[in-house]
């Protein structure tokens, strides 16, 4: 098993510029949730969603969108990045009750 | 954030002694206290993890110990080897719902040869 994948492991981007964090897990998780983690700020929730069809906001949603069409991909829309959404971010998922696994993680810089 | 506060923020310990890392939290309605690894460039691993109906659990050179009444749980690292050098989250979760994790703010480990 892969467990969680994410895509890319870097990204660049401009200000104003919008693309989307790939996040597949192959262990027929029902909870995916995508973390940021920034220096001394531990990692906060952005979205999580509890299955198919079904999203919600945690704790830093502003500027994300996300979507669950299928059970194994959870994506996470930049919609017009800004400086202050640099950070590494991390997808994560678990069976709903369970210590979540997490991907390696998308190095994001935006300049 | 504010409902967990973990320290220290960065410790350094020499090889074969003990690293101790607190966690204090607010919510008592928290039910599972997981301690989280993590290496430069890869994501957080559960380490160990305790429920509230026990004040210690050890696993190898790992212990969890627990107080329900001063709401503080710490992990413990006996006999430290460089590689321990990682970075340490606790993650107390809320009810069995899967999803309300609270994150530290992490301690940065260094463990001397």
């Known amino acids: 098993n892969a467990g969680v994948t994410q895509t890319p492991k870097f990204q660049v981007l401009k200000t104003g510029q919008s693309m989307t964090l790939q996040c597949a897990q192959d262990?027929?998780?029902?909870?995916m949730s995508w973390y940021r983690q920034d220096p001394g700020m531990g990692l906060r929730l952005i979205h999580y969603s509890v299955g198919a069809g079904i999203t919600d906001q945690g704790e830093v949603p502003n500027g994300y969108n996300v979507s669950r069409s299928t059970t194994e991909d959870f994506p996470l829309r930049l919609l017009s990045a800004a400086p202050s959404q640099t950070s590494v971010y991390f997808c994560a998922s678990s069976y709903l009750g369970g210590s979540p696994a997490f991907g390696s993680g998308t190095r994001l810089t935006v300049v | 954030q504010q409902q967990v506060k973990q320290s220290p923020q960065s410790l350094i310990v020499q090889k074969g002694g003990i690293s101790i890392i607190n966690c204090a939290y607010e919510?008592?309605?928290?039910?599972?206290f997981p301690w989280y690894q993590q290496f430069p460039g890869k994501g957080p691993a559960l380490l160990i993890a305790?429920?509230?109906?026990?004040s210690e659990k050890k696993e190898g050179r790992f212990t969890i110990s627990f107080n329900k009444s001063a709401k503080q749980f710490s992990l413990h690292i006996m006999d430290s080897q460089p590689g321990d050098s990682a970075t340490y989250f606790c993650?107390?979760?809320?009810?069995?719902?899967?999803?309300?994790?609270?994150f530290g703010t992490g301690t940065s480990l260094t463990v001397i040869p």
């Open positions: 919510n008592t309605a928290f039910d599972y």
């Open positions: 262990m027929n998780h029902e909870y």
């Open positions: 993650a107390p979760q809320l009810g069995n719902t899967g999803n309300q994790f609270y």
């Open positions: 305790i429920r509230p109906d026990v």
